[in-house]
C-alpha cells in the first residue's frame, strides 16, 4: 500500500516561517517577556518526553508558552497495574517450568517442589486480586468527561489483559490437576499389579513366604496411601485457586468489552459519548431551572426580607419612645 | 487484492510506530472508514484510549499533555481550519497527522505557519479513504448523492464536488492496491465520462510520479458506470440475507438500527453484520431466506445443547470447565439473539407488506415476459389493500421500465391508479424515472429482449423452470462480469478514456457504479470470483442503495430538476 512522507516539506516551510517570525517577536513586545519565551521556544523541542514537568518561571508568560504539566495521578495507578499484571506474567511462566519439573518422576522428597508451586500460586492469585481491588478504584475518582472517557478505557484495556491471564493460570492450573490425577491413578493402578503379582507369588509358596510378602505389601500400602492423602491436598490447594479465579474473572466480565457486537465499534462509542454529554448538559440545565424556581429560595428571600422589615420597625420603635 | 485488508493495513501502520498513550482524533467521513475495519478492543490493544471527532476536540480547552494526539482526517479545508486554530494552542503532548489523500501544498503551508509550538512530528498520506464493507466491496459517503441523475448546467459546483470525492476516492483505492489502471466508461453517460477522465488527468498526469509503481504484464482495468444503465437491480425486494436486511430494515457502514422498526432491550438496538467478525454471517450471508431460517435453526439448537450442559453443573471440574468456556458462551448467545432477532423481525415485516407475492411478481416483470399477465398482476396489486405505498410505487416503476412502449394506454391507467391510491406519491415520479433511465437512455440489454441470443437464452430458461421464483433475477452487472472474463465487452458501449488500450484480458478489475451498488451485485461479485476465473472483481459505488435510497434520490433530483429554470 502507498504512502506518502509529507514531514519534510512541511519541516522547512515551518523552519521558514520560524526564522521569519523569530526576528519579528524579538524586536515586538516589553522587554521583560520576550526573554522567557525564547527560552521556552528552545527549551520545547528537547524536553518532548511527555511526564517532563516544565513550569513556567514567569507567569505572565504562560500565553506564549506550553505547560507541559504532569499527567493525573491515575496514570501513575495504571502504570503500577500494568506493572503488576507483568511480574503475574513472569510468575505464571515460572509456575508452569514448577508444574512440568513436579510432574516428572522423581526419586526425591518432591515436598519442596510443591511448597515452591504453592507459594508461586498464591502470590499470583494475590496479585491478581490486589490488581482487579486497585483497577476497580481507578474508575471511582472524578473528572472532566474526556478525561473518564480516557480512564475508562484504560481500565479496560487492563481488564481485558487481567482476564487473559486469570484465564490463563487457570487453565494451565487445571491442565496440572488432570496430570496429577492421572498420574495418582496411574500409580495406584501400577501398585495394585504388583499386588496382584505379589499375591500369585505368594499363593504358590509356602505360609512363611506369604508373611513375608504381606508385610512388604503393608508398607507398600501404606506408602501409597500417604501419597494418595497428599496428593488429595494438592489437588485441593488447586481447586481452592480456581475458585477464587472464578471469581476474579467473573467481576472482570463486565469491564471487558465483548468482540464483534456493538459495544466494539468506534463510531458507536463515539456517538454514545457525545449523546451521553448532550444528556448529562440537559439534566443539568434542567437542575438549575428547577432549583431557581424553587419555592425553597422564595421562601427563604421572603423571610430575610421579613427580618429586615421588623428590624427596622424595632430600632423604629426605640428611636421614637 | 482486498479492500478490508488494505484499509486495516493502512490503520496498523498509523498506530504502530508510535508509542505511550494516544488519543485517535478522526472526522464524520473517517470515523466510518477506521469503523468498518477497526474494533474497539483492537484500539486499546495498540495503546490508543480516547477516540474523537474533530469538531468536538476543539470545543474543549482541556490540556492532556500525557496524551499523543494521532489526527486521521480528510484533507478538506475545514479540517485544515480546525487544526489551524488548534495546533497554536496544542493540547497534546505530540501531533501526528495522517491525512486520507493527497495534499495540497498550500495546505501544508497553513499547517506549518500554525504550528507555532513545533509540535507537529510528522505529516502523512495514508490513502484509506473508502469504506471497506466487505473485502469485494466498497462504498463512499458522497453529499448531494442524487445530483448524478441531472445534467451538469444545473448545480455544477455540486456536481464539480460529487465528481472530485469519487476520482479522490477511487485514487484513494489505486494507491491503496498499488496499481494504476486503464480507464473505460459507459459511453453514454456523461457523468461516468467525466469521472473517468478526471480520474485519468489525476494518475497519469497531474500526480504520475506518485502512481508510478512497477508494471505488471496486465494493467488493472477500472470500468466506470452509470446506475441508471440498470435501473431495475435497487427496485427489487431482496431475499438473500445481507441484501433482504438492507432492503426492509437498512444497513449503514456494516451496523443495523433496529430502533426504527420496534422496542427492543438496550443491547440489541443496534447490531453489527460484518463478514469480517462473524463466521455466522459470513457462512450466510448470499443464502436465501428459507435456508438462512433452517441454518439458524440449527444455531439455536447447538447454543441450547451447550446451555443445557452449563446448567447440569455438577462436580469441581464442571464448574471449572463452565467458568473456562463463559466468555465464549456469552459471545454465543449474543450472536444467536442478533440472528434470531433479525430473521424474526424480517418475517414479520415480509408478512405485514405481504412481500411474498408483491416480491413474485416484481421477478415476473424483471424476468419472464407477457405484458398481459404482468399488467394484470400489477393491477391486482394496486387494488390490494394491503399492500404498501413504496411496493405499489415500485411495482408500477418496474412495470413501466418493462413495458414502456408496448401499451401506453395501460401504462397511462396504471400511472392515475397509483396516483389516485397512495397519498405520499409525488407526481410524475414514474414518468422521471423514465426519463432518466428509459429504454431509450438504456445502451443494454437490461431484460434480455433485445439481442437475440438473450431472447433464445429466456426461452430456455422458461422451458427449464427455475430454481427459486424470487432470486432468478440476475443483475446487469452480472453480464458485464461475464462479458469481460470472455473478453467481449464492446469497445463501441464501453470506451477507453483518450489513447490506453488494453490487449487481452484484465486480471483485476474494479467496477465503479456512479449513483450506488446494490449488496445483490456485491454477492453476484462476491459468487464471480469465487468461480476463480482467474479474474478478480472488486465493486465499488458512491452509496449502497436500496429501494427507499434509490427512490429518494430519484425525489431529490426531480425537486431539484423543477425548481431549476434551465432544464427543459
Known amino acids: ?321 | 487484492m482486498v479492500v478490508t485488508s488494505s484499509a486495516r493495513d493502512y490503520i496498523n501502520r498509523i498506530l504502530q510506530d508510535i508509542s505511550g498513550m494516544k488519543v485517535l482524533i478522526l472526522d464524520s467521513q473517517t470515523v466510518g472508514v477506521v469503523s468498518v475495519v477497526y474494533s474497539q478492543s483492537e484500539l486499546l490493544q495498540k495503546e490508543v484510549f480516547l477516540v474523537e471527532l474533530i469538531d468536538s476536540i476543539s470545543k474543549s480547552s482541556e490540556s492532556m499533555s500525557h496524551l499523543k494526539a494521532v489526527y486521521f482526517l480528510r484533507p478538506t479545508s475545514e479540517n485544515i481550519q480546525f487544526l489551524r486554530r488548534q495546533l497554536p494552542n496544542p493540547r497534546f503532548g505530540e501531533y501526528h497527522l495522517f491525512f486520507s489523500n493527497i495534499l495540497k501544498d498550500t495546505q501544508i503551508h497553513i499547517l506549518a505557519d500554525s504550528d507555532e509550538q513545533e509540535v507537529v512530528q510528522q505529516v502523512q498520506e495514508f490513502y484509506a479513504d473508502f469504506v471497506a464493507i466487505d473485502p469485494y466491496h466498497f462504498t463512499f459517503h458522497v453529499p448531494s448523492h442524487y445530483i448524478y441523475m441531472l445534467p451538469a448546467v444545473v448545480d455544477p459546483s455540486t456536481v464539480q464536488r460529487f465528481c472530485d470525492r469519487v476520482v479522490e476516492g477511487l485514487a484513494a483505492v489505486f494507491l491503496a492496491l498499488k496499481r494504476r489502471p486503464v480507464i473505460r466508461y459507459q459511453r453514454t453517460s456523461d457523468i461516468a465520462k467525466r469521472i473517468a477522465q478526471e480520474a485519468t488527468k489525476l494518475m497519469y498526469q497531474e500526480e504520475s510520479g506518485l502512481f508510478d509503481f512497477r508494471r505488471m504484464e496486465v494493467s488493472p482495468l477500472l470500468l466506470v458506470i452509470d446506475r441508471r444503465e440498470d435501473p431495475v437491480t435497487p427496485l427489487l425486494n431482496q431475499w438473500t440475507y445481507q441484501a433482504m436486511v438492507h432492503e426492509l430494515i437498512g444497513i449503514q457502514d456494516n451496523k443495523v438500527d433496529l430502533k426504527s422498526i420496534g422496542k427492543f432491550p438496550k443491547d440489541q438496538e443496534e447490531v453489527v453484520l460484518s463478514s469480517e467478525q462473524d463466521p455466522f454471517f459470513k457462512a450466510n450471508m448470499y443464502e436465501n431466506f428459507g435456508d438462512i431460517g433452517m441454518n439458524i435453526k440449527r444455531m439455536v439448537d447447538e447454543f441450547q445443547q451447550v446451555s443445557k450442559s452449563n446448567q447440569n453443573i455438577q462436580t469441581i471440574e464442571d464448574m471449572a470447565k463452565f467458568v473456562d468456556n463463559y466468555p465464549e458462551y456469552r459471545k454465543m448467545h449474543g450472536n444467536v439473539t442478533k440472528h434470531v432477532t433479525l430473521v424474526t423481525e424480517m418475517s414479520k415485516i415480509v408478512d405485514e407488506r405481504k412481500l411474498m407475492s408483491v416480491s413474485q411478481t416484481e421477478q415476473e416483470l424483471a424476468c419472464n415476459g407477457g405484458q398481459g399477465a404482468a399488467f394484470e398482476a400489477v393491477t391486482n396489486l394496486l387494488n390490494n389493500e394491503s399492500v404498501s405505498d413504496l411496493d405499489r410505487l415500485r411495482l408500477v416503476m418496474l412495470y413501466a421500465l418493462r413495458y414502456e412502449k408496448d401499451s401506453p394506454v395501460q401504462l397511462m391507467q396504471l400511472f392515475n391508479k397509483l396516483a389516485s391510491r397512495s397519498a405520499k406519491y409525488k407526481p410524475g415520479l414514474v414518468q422521471f424515472l423514465l426519463k432518466q433511465a428509459g429504454v431509450d437512455k438504456r445502451m443494454g440489454d437490461l431484460f434480455g429482449n433485445r439481442d437475440l441470443m438473450n431472447i433464445a437464452r429466456n426461452m430456455a430458461r422458461g422451458l427449464k423452470g427455475v430454481e427459486n421464483v424470487y432470486t432468478q433475477h440476475q443483475p446487469l452487472l452480472f453480464q458485464i462480469m461475464e462479458n469481460i472474463v470472455k473478453g467481449r465487452l464492446r469497445d463501441v458501449d464501453y470506451p477507453f478514456v483518450g489513447n490506453h488500450y488494453q490487449q487481452g484480458r484484465p486480471q483485476d478489475v474494479i467496477i465503479f457504479i456512479v449513483g450506488g451498488t446494490t449488496y445483490e451485485e456485491s454477492r453476484s461479485v462476491a459468487l464471480q470470483n469465487a468461480n476463480n476465473t482467474g479474474i478478480r472483481f472488486i465493486l465499488g459505488g458512491s452509496s449502497v442503495l436500496n429501494s427507499k435510497r434509490f427512490l429518494k434520490d430519484l425525489e431529490e433530483a426531480q425537486r431539484v430538476a423543477r425548481s431549476s429554470t434551465t432544464v427543459v
Open chain 1, 1 to 321: 500500500m502507498a504512502t506518502r512522507n509529507r514531514t519534510v516539506e512541511f519541516r522547512k516551510h515551518r523552519d521558514a516561517v520560524k526564522s521569519v517570525r523569530a526576528p519579528l517577536s524579538s524586536s515586538a513586545a516589553s522587554a521583560s517577556s520576550t526573554g522567557p519565551v525564547i527560552e521556552m521556544v528552545s527549551l520545547l523541542p528537547s524536553n518532548r518526553s511527555s511526564y517532563a514537568p516544565l513550569s513556567t518561571d514567569d507567569p505572565s508568560t504562560s500565553r506564549d508558552a506550553v505547560t507541559v504539566g504532569l499527567p493525573p495521578s491515575w496514570v501513575d495507578d495504571s502504570e503500577e497495574i500494568a506493572a503488576a499484571i507483568q511480574r503475574a506474567r513472569v510468575k505464571i511462566s515460572d509456575l508452569t517450568k514448577a508444574h512440568s519439573k513436579a510432574l516428572l518422576p522423581s526419586f526425591g522428597d518432591d515436598k519442596e517442589d510443591q511448597r515452591l508451586i504453592e507459594t508461586l500460586t498464591q502470590e499470583i492469585t494475590s496479585l491478581l486480586r490486589k490488581s482487579e481491588v486497585r483497577l476497580k478504584r481507578l474508575s471511582a475518582a472524578s473528572g472532566s468527561s474526556e478525561d473518564s472517557n480516557v480512564r475508562k478505557n484504560v481500565q479496560r484495556s487492563l481488564a481485558i489483559d487481567l482476564q487473559n491471564l486469570s484465564m490463563d493460570l487457570r487453565r494451565k492450573q487445571s491442565a496440572y490437576l488432570k496430570r496429577l490425577q492421572q498420574q495418582k491413578e496411574g500409580f495406584d493402578g501400577v501398585d495394585l499389579e504388583m499386588n496382584f503379582n505379589g499375591s500369585k507369588f505368594g499363593s504358590r509358596d509356602d505360609d512363611f513366604s506369604d508373611v513375608g510378602f504381606s508385610e512388604e505389601q503393608m508398607t507398600k500400602l501404606k506408602k501409597s496411601e500417604q501419597f494418595s492423602v497428599e496428593r488429595e491436598r494438592e489437588i485441593e490447594q488447586v481447586v481452592k485457586s480456581v475458585h477464587e479465579l472464578a471469581q476474579i474473572m467473573k467481576d472482570l466480565s463486565v469491564l471487558v468489552i465483548d468482540q464483534g457486537t456493538i459495544v466494539d465499534r468506534i463510531d458507536y462509542n463515539i456517538q454514545s459519548v457525545s449523546t451521553s454529554v448532550e444528556e448529562g448538559l440537559k439534566q443539568l440545565q434542567k437542575a438549575e431551572r428547577t432549583q431557581k424556581k424553587g419555592g425553597m429560595i422564595m421562601c427563604a428571600t421572603s423571610l430575610v426580607i421579613m427580618c429586615f422589615i421588623m428590624l427596622v420597625l424595632l430600632i423604629l420603635k426605640e428611636i421614637l419612645f
